[in-house]
């Protein structure tokens, strides 16, 4: 009888641990990332450039290369940069725009990506999308997973805890987009890949039940894990279903409606889970997250982040346009601004103040 299976698309590598970043040299050492030692180094100017100088003595063989932002023309000069170099491998360290960057120019130079991650703001770090501001607002741009994710957590505690709260808001809001994936599979039809839709699942879930706070290796471990999980669901759906439904149409709501006043892109998917969990009738399960929410310091209101309720209702009747084709608990029920007011007036009172 033959034996049936399919290739997961993961990293061969993927360390999450304290002091991990001490460990990085042999990491790349691994014969299936670089043999000869000769790596292109994609820094920041801001915390990849603060460890260079604690990382440069391994890596002799290295490159290093300051990136200047996180737009298109970044990542394609980085990948003009890089051009002729004969190197084996490119490593991203930094934050997420960094690390966007780095995947966009390996995968134009045809190099596999070592992401090394400052920072748990979003799932992008395992992710096979690079998320870069172009002239025309933000584009995702399909490349390769990264072959290793080095997440070192006494990195993570430097950093501003803002990041961690964005990160727990960008995987907890998971479990919403599982939900709209489902939906679309009941009225649609659509195809659902059950094994990415696990992992996402239970990578928000995760993070949902888990007892402790940003400041508790126990937990940053879970949410990196959590993280790098929801990148290679999306690696096996082909696509970002597995996280993102209407919680991620809010955020590009408001991203697109107030691109100045936005706030982080895990606080605003994660009040868009909330609102979305709540839309779908599921009451309970929105006031729990609301509050898990909450005891993490992230929003649940948009008036926490700066908002009026006619601007967010304006960014939940918009939030539709913003990924066409894609059906969610926004597209069904197709709410008109009253509408609107009336249930988040109805949200307001069951999450309490």
Not at 133 to 141: E, I, Q
Not at 305 to 328: K, M, Y
Request: hydrophobic share 45%; proline share 5%.
């Amino acid at each position: 009888m033959p034996v049936l299976t399919r290739l997961i698309p993961s990293p061969v590598v993927v360390d999450i641990r304290p002091g991990a970043l001490d460990d990085l040299a042999n990491v790349l050492a691994d014969e299936r990332i670089s043999q000869s030692g000769r790596l292109a180094i994609a820094v920041s100017g801001g915390s990849g450039a603060r460890l260079r100088e604690r990382i440069a003595p391994s890596l002799p063989g290295a490159t290093w290369f300051e990136v200047g932002g996180g737009t298109l023309d970044d990542a394609v000069r980085l990948a003009g940069d890089m051009q002729g170099g004969h190197y084996d491998a490119v490593v991203g360290l930094g934050g997420g725009k960094i690390i966007d960057c780095a995947k966009f120019a390996a995968a134009r130079v045809g190099l596999p990506l070592v992401a090394v991650a400052t920072n748990l703001a979003h799932d992008g770090l395992c992710s096979p999308v690079a998320t870069l501001d172009n002239d025309a607002g933000r584009g995702s741009y399909g490349v390769p997973n990264p072959i290793a994710v080095v997440i070192d957590l006494n990195v993570i505690r430097e950093a501003p805890v803002r990041f961690v709260r964005s990160g727990i808001g960008d995987v907890i809001s998971n479990v919403s987009a599982v939900a709209d994936w489902e939906l679309s599979h009941r009225v649609n039809g659509e195809k659902i890949d059950g094994l990415a839709a696990a992992m996402a699942r239970q990578a928000g879930e995760a993070v949902l039940r888990h007892p402790g706070g940003v400041g508790d290796d126990g937990f940053l471990q879970v949410l990196a894990e959590a993280l790098v999980l929801t990148g290679i669901a999306m690696s096996v759906s082909g696509d970002s279903r597995p996280s993102s439904g209407a919680c991620h149409e809010i955020n590009h709501g408001f991203d697109l409606l107030h691109p100045r006043r936005a706030a982080a892109h895990g606080e605003q998917c994660g009040l868009g889970a909330a609102f979305a969990m709540y839309l779908r009738g599921a009451h309970e399960e929105s006031a729990a997250m609301a509050e898990v929410l909450r005891r993490h310091g992230l929003p649940v209101l948009p008036e926490e982040i700066g908002f009026t309720v006619d601007e967010f209702v304006r960014v939940v009747e918009f939030a539709p346009e913003t990924r066409p084709g894609r059906f969610t608990i926004l597209e069904h029920l197709d709410l008109k601004t009253e509408q609107i007011k009336d249930v988040y007036a109805d949200y307001v009172k069951a999450i309490g103040s």
